[in-house]
């Protein structure tokens, strides 16, 4: 079998300090595919000569013999196409090549690599799956089972409009099979020793004794994850241990501007535990803080968010997890045995139009419809605390948590899935079914919305471990001077437009509290119907700020 990457220039000149997750993952990936593919010829479609020195500088780096590289000009399919058996490209985007296959004649399997899901420019992408001759031997690699899902759900979307518009469903024969990402752990494994434990906690600090939360990765309300949680749970977890417990989080900032309001929220939030931010170029620690950490801490609310590199690292550095419940994170956790799990919870399908509007007419960007759409999700902090809280007691329960998520590290090795890879293209190529059919999802709620713009709470639907309903209880969690001063950070506030009423927040708030605890559907009982997408988003957004409590059995 012959299999050729096709390739776009990818590497980015990054600020600073700054590392972007797409451009790790692909080029992790043609890094392992080089050391990997069993086959000697390493066949790559170009298009550029941009992308052809790119592939050349990353094969000395990683000390591939350049021999074994052979680039196919992609400008010419007639005449590069034939003779190829599969074509994989590490995005989701299949550029033309449905369409150069049938022109050129060569009956090639391709497969793409999910990643983010979000946004118009995935939609658009995945509509290609649609509109093109697609067949069962084409695919896109999904790194987790919520990503598949988002995009059977996308093709459900798209097929409900062209429906409505043509009169006919568009079904999508491409399969969605489910591996996950590789990660070098020995290399993250060499950076804990003793001696760089020492080192950084004294740069840090920290004293022996204390006990350090670390969070790794972009520092992003926007794109990555709203810091209340985290900050909420370290202080829970320090009072009602005792201890001295420090949050330590290395990234970088997006929007620089953002750390002033990361550190005024965490000033506010934390009296007692102690919250230290990181560069990830402070030269101060060129390994990272991996050794100066004791539990890795990731609650993530974003639906940009796919899978998660950073969770596998932690294991590999040999750190306990508690991570949010959501998405990609959750396939590699088995709660209380190798790690634990928050509850997530965010509103039902049919409450997000309003959001997903923002994505027309450049009334938002990108990044600005993420934050609307991730101050709906919920993490729950008490639920994390007392998951730090049981870690920080018990010393042998750290141990024994972190030692059996090792067992997970050969599922990420890429000398194993490499070979993996290609046992599923063969069998794509053989005509075979490689992965479990997503069953059918239904029509997406009314109304129907741009194809390209779906209900982000239909189309993420899988992400949560938890769906808002009518009967879902709650009560009232905090105080008015608590609420107060957490509305107070602007970085709480910036969907505000999209809730309920200012004016009409302490009704919510004081049926609430009169009942002591409610449902939804009686809490929503004293509203008109139509009011009733602002008052699941109020919901789950009272519900990441703290104010609300879910109640459950």
Not at 13 to 21: D, H
Not at 60 to 85: C, H, M, T, V, Y
Not at 263 to 271: E, I, K, N, W
Request: aromatic share 8%; hydrophobic share 45%.
């Amino acid at each position: 079998m012959t299999i050729a990457i096709h390739y776009s220039a990818v590497r980015q000149a990054p600020k600073a300090g700054q590392v972007y997750g797409l451009q790790v993952a692909v080029l992790d990936w043609l890094r392992a595919w080089m050391h990997y593919a069993r086959q000697e010829k390493l066949a790559f479609l170009i298009a550029d000569e941009a992308a052809q020195r790119e592939v050349l500088a990353i094969a000395r780096e990683s000390g591939i013999d350049p021999q074994r590289l052979a680039f196919l000009d992609a400008r010419f399919p007639r005449e590069n196409l034939k003779g190829i058996d599969t074509i994989f490209r590490a995005d989701s985007d299949p550029h033309d090549l449905f369409w150069q296959r049938d022109l050129a004649g060569a009956p090639f399997s391709f497969c793409g690599l999910a990643h983010a899901m979000t946004g118009r420019e995935a939609a658009a992408a995945l509509e290609q799956f649609l509109l093109a001759p697609t067949s069962s031997r084409d695919a896109i690699l999904c790194p987790s089972k919520a990503v598949a899902s988002v995009i059977a759900r996308t093709w459900e979307h798209l097929g409900a409009f062209y429906e409505k518009r043509l009169g006919r469903a568009l079904p999508c024969a491409a399969q969605l099979p489910v591996l996950p990402l590789g990660v070098d752990t020995a290399r993250i494994a060499s950076r804990v020793t003793p001696d760089k434990r020492a080192a950084q906690r004294k740069a840090l600090g920290v004293a022996d004794d204390a006990i350090v939360l670390l969070w790794v990765g972009r520092l992003s309300h926007a794109i990555k994850a709203h810091p209340l949680a985290m900050f909420r749970a370290a202080e829970l977890a320090a009072k009602q241990t005792g201890r001295d417990v420090h949050l330590v989080m290395q990234g970088y900032f997006v929007p620089e501007e953002a750390k002033l309001s990361f550190a005024a929220l965490a000033q506010d939030v934390c009296p007692t535990a102690k919250v230290h931010f990181v560069a990830s170029d402070d030269r101060r620690y060129p390994d990272g803080l991996w050794a100066a950490g004791d539990i890795f801490l990731s609650l993530v609310d974003n639906m940009q968010e796919s899978f998660g590199l950073t969770p596998v690292e932690a294991i590999a550095a040999g750190l306990p997890r508690v991570l949010s419940d959501w998405d990609g994170y959750r396939d590699g956790v088995t709660h209380g045995v190798d790690g634990f799990l928050v509850p997530t919870a965010q509103p039902p399908a049919g409450a997000g139009a309003d959001l997903a509007a923002t994505l027309l007419g450049e009334r938002e960007s990108y990044g600005g419809y993420l934050a609307l759409t991730a101050q709906c999700v919920a993490v729950d902090a008490e639920a994390a605390a007392k998951a730090i809280a049981a870690l920080i007691e018990d010393p042998a329960l750290r141990a024994r948590i972190a030692e059996a998520a090792k067992k997970r590290l050969p599922d990420y090795d890429w000398a194993r899935l490499i070979p993996a890879y290609e046992e599923m293209w063969a069998g794509l190529r053989e005509g075979k079914q490689v992965a479990e059919k997503p069953a059918s999802v239904g029509a997406p709620p009314e109304p129907l919305l741009h194809p390209h713009a779906g209900d982000p709470f239909f189309l993420f639907e899988s992400y949560p471990s938890e769906r808002l309903s009518l009967t879902t209880r709650v009560t009232i969690a905090a105080s008015p001077d608590e609420m107060q001063k957490t509305m107070a950070h602007q970085i709480n506030t910036l969907a505000s437009g999209f809730m309920i009423p200012s004016a009409e927040i302490p009704k919510f708030l004081g049926v609430t509290a009169q009942q002591r605890t409610l449902s939804l559907g009686e809490l929503f009982s004293f509203w008109p119907e139509a009011a009733r997408p602002a008052l699941w988003r109020t919901t789950a957004w009272f519900l990441k700020l703290g104010f609300l409590r879910l109640v459950r059995d």
